[in-house]
């Protein structure tokens, strides 16, 4: 059981390229959502899921787009990298709302 | 809008002290509250949650005390240990998905 698998742990973009960050749980989990942590900020919600087919905004979703086609997959797209999205991105998953939210390692994203 | 404060942002004890983390909602209607404890490279981690029904909740070193009158909960943490340095978070939720997290606080326990 590996639980919420982020991929690529690392990431390096220069300023416009875009990218998809990867997130899969095997948990069969209806809720999903991705956070980003910056210093002294904490996590801040980005987007997230309530199921297939269902996504909604965060606090700050601005320079992000989801999709959710599988209950499994959460991808996060960045449509033009900028300098301040440079963060670590975690994904989290969650069995039913307020409840425990399992996180994955988290990507930590360079824009230069 | 909705806000967690959470005090302190570090926080130092020795090897078998207690240690205590103080977090403020702004919210009234929220009525779940848990605690994250992340280590170093890796995601957070619930180590115990509290709900609005409940004043106190326990589980061997750690527990919670929440005081809805206030809008303050609180995390309590008895014989640390030097496992127990990492960054912790506190979080409020209203019954839905949407957790807002305080800004954390980083734990050393000193050998």
């Known amino acids: 059981n590996a639980g919420v698998t982020q991929t690529p742990k690392f990431q390096v973009l220069k300023t416009g390229q875009s990218m998809t960050l990867q997130c899969a749980q095997d948990?069969?989990?209806?809720?999903m959502s991705w956070y980003r942590q910056d210093p002294g900020m904490g996590l801040r919600l980005i987007h997230y899921s309530v199921g297939a087919g269902i996504t909604d905004q965060g606090e700050v979703p601005n320079g992000y787009n989801v999709s959710r086609s599988t209950t499994e997959d959460f991808p996060l797209r960045l449509l033009s990298a900028a300098p301040s999205q440079t963060s670590v991105y975690f994904c989290a998953s969650s069995y039913s709302q307020a409840g425990e939210a399992f996180f994955g390692q988290g990507t930590r994203l360079t824009v230069v | 809008g909705e806000n967690v404060e959470q005090h302190p942002s570090t926080l130092s004890v020795q090897e078998g002290d207690s240690a205590v983390i103080k977090c403020t909602y702004s919210?009234?209607?929220?009525?779940?509250f848990p605690w994250y404890k992340q280590e170093l490279g890796k995601g957070p981690q619930l180590i115990i949650d509290i709900r609005s029904n409940v004043g106190e909740k326990k589980d061997q070193r750690i527990a919670v005390t929440l005081n809805k009158t206030a809008k303050h909960f609180s995390l309590h943490i008895t014989e640390t240990q030097p496992e127990d340095s990492a960054v912790y978070f506190c979080?409020?939720?209203?019954?839905?998905?949407?957790?807002?997290f305080g800004t954390g606080t980083r734990l050393k326990v000193l050998a």
């Open positions: 919210d009234s209607a929220s009525n779940y």
């Open positions: 948990m069969n989990h209806e809720y």
């Open positions: 979080a409020a939720s209203k019954g839905t998905y949407k957790y807002i």
